[in-house]
């Protein structure tokens, strides 16, 4: 069964560091996601992503945060400057119409 | 604007009871799409249904089952027989077209054996 694949599942970095989360999203699918969820709150949508280009994007999601799809298969999510309040786990999603399928996620910890 | 509620933040309850989790949600839009997601302790979201707005007909699969009433703007869960596994926190959620999914603020089921 075709899944949306991420890389690390957890990734530690030190305050103002640059990380970069990687995602393969499922091969048909156009469009794809990034949500966040601080441990124990819901999950938060960041920014959407469609023929190469945001979409549509959230408050959290601000000049530190952007995202790519340099080649035909990954789409990744950078941080710029890592705070400490970037603590959590993000989520990619991919879908071909309304059903999102999520990745297993990348826990961010920020120190 | 959308929103999700789902009042219910914590539940326990003995493992074969049955439980039923709440969620209201909350659109403008006559068009749209409610989901229901697992989060086991492992921190994956597991997809279990997709409702669209025009489709009230209740739906079982297994020991879960769900209740899309849109005269109450509800679409509830169930899980019948209750297992340790179905232990998690479950996520109502609602989408319209393409756009974000809105999540509502979760419910953590525990299951006690």
């Known amino acids: 069964e075709p899944e949306v694949t991420q890389t690390p599942s957890h990734q530690v970095t030190q305050m103002g560091q640059e990380v970069i989360l990687r995602c393969v999203p499922i091969?048909?699918?156009?469009?794809f996601y990034w949500y966040r969820q601080i441990l124990g709150q819901k999950v938060e949508f960041l920014v959407s992503f469609y023929n190469n280009e945001i979409s549509e994007k959230s408050e959290i999601f601000d000049d530190q945060f952007s995202v790519e799809r340099p080649d035909g298969s990954n789409f990744t999510l950078k941080i710029r400057s890592t705070k400490l309040e970037d603590s959590a786990m993000y989520f990619c999603?991919?879908?071909?119409?309304?059903?999102?399928?999520f990745g297993q996620g990348t826990r961010l910890t920020v120190v | 604007a959308q929103k999700v509620t789902q009042a219910q933040t914590e539940i326990s309850v003995v493992e074969k009871e049955d439980v039923t989790l709440d969620c209201v949600y909350e659109?403008?839009?006559?068009?749209?799409?409610l989901f229901w997601y697992k989060q086991p302790p492992s921190g994956e979201l597991v997809f279990l249904i997709r409702r669209n707005s025009f489709d009230e007909q209740n739906e079982i699969s297994g020991r879960y089952s769900w209740n899309f009433q849109k005269s109450t703007s509800s679409f509830n869960f169930t899980i019948t027989a209750s297992q340790v596994v179905d232990s998690a926190v479950y996520f109502c959620?609602?989408?319209?077209?393409?756009?974000?999914?809105?999540f509502g603020t979760g419910t953590r089921l525990t299951i006690i054996p």
């Open positions: 659109t403008r839009d006559t068009t749209y799409y």
């Open positions: 091969s048909n699918h156009l469009y």
């Open positions: 959620a609602l989408i319209f077209g393409n756009e974000k999914l809105t």
């Open positions: 999603a991919s879908s071909e119409d309304t059903e999102a399928f």
